[in-house]
């Protein structure tokens, strides 16, 4: 992960605006049908009529879920899935106009947040849309984090890496001390510091 993209973690996450929804259907109708009714709910809609038109466009580092139909011509539904699982910071709902019991236990247990079959409840919709950009918020958060605590760590010496691996390890101080040939009182604050802020996740 480079400093740049660590920087548009940072940023995104600080940022107040309205959560996006990305909308992947080949069908124009259904397009215009989702912004319609996510942006009368308060959202930024981004639309693609194909996976490999969503697929090139820069990743957004904000709060948002990706919303596709699950057959899409080109590159499938579950292709698409594939190249955006290690996002985890956009949950994926897959749509369909018609019930395929393989493809809703292929896509769920590929991770996918949900799958609506069509017609489905503009209530069941918002709310699963909803509950994934709060995962997706959690997950903008945890990156951040996880992000900061990586720079914290490159930037300690090869000593105190030393001392943090023993530390992590479950070795008390004076045994740190012990193994690396120097006293206690000696040993680099700045690994313990490190250690200190690592989250409990």
Avoid at 25 to 37: H, I, K, T
Avoid at 67 to 74: E, M, T
Avoid at 103 to 126: H, I, Q
Avoid at 158 to 172: F, P, Q, Y
Wanted: some cysteine.
């Amino acid at each position: 992960m480079s400093l740049n993209y660590s920087a548009t973690v940072r940023s995104a996450s600080k940022s107040a605006g309205p959560a996006t929804v990305f909308v992947v259907d080949a069908d124009p109708s259904a397009r215009e049908a989702f912004e319609s009714l996510f942006r009368s709910a308060g959202l930024q809609v981004s639309t693609a009529c194909s996976a490999e038109e969503f697929l090139a466009r820069p990743r957004t580092m904000s709060p948002g879920c990706l919303i596709a139909n699950v057959n899409l011509p080109g590159l499938s539904g579950l292709e698409l899935q594939r190249r955006v699982a290690a996002r985890s910071e956009l949950p994926l709902i897959f749509v369909s106009d018609r019930i395929d019991i393989r493809a809703t236990v292929e896509v769920m247990k590929g991770g996918a947040f949900e799958f609506l079959t069509k017609p489905f409840a503009r209530d069941l919709l918002l709310k699963a849309i909803e509950e994934a950009i709060e995962h997706s918020r959690a997950a903008l958060h945890y990156l951040v984090r996880a992000r900061a605590l990586q720079e914290r760590y490159e930037s300690l010496s090869r000593r105190e890496r030393e001392v943090m691996s023993l530390v992590v390890a479950g070795r008390l101080n004076k045994q740190v001390g012990g193994e690396l040939g120097i006293s206690e009182i000696s040993l680099p604050r700045c690994a313990f510091t490190v250690i200190s802020e690592m989250p409990s996740w």
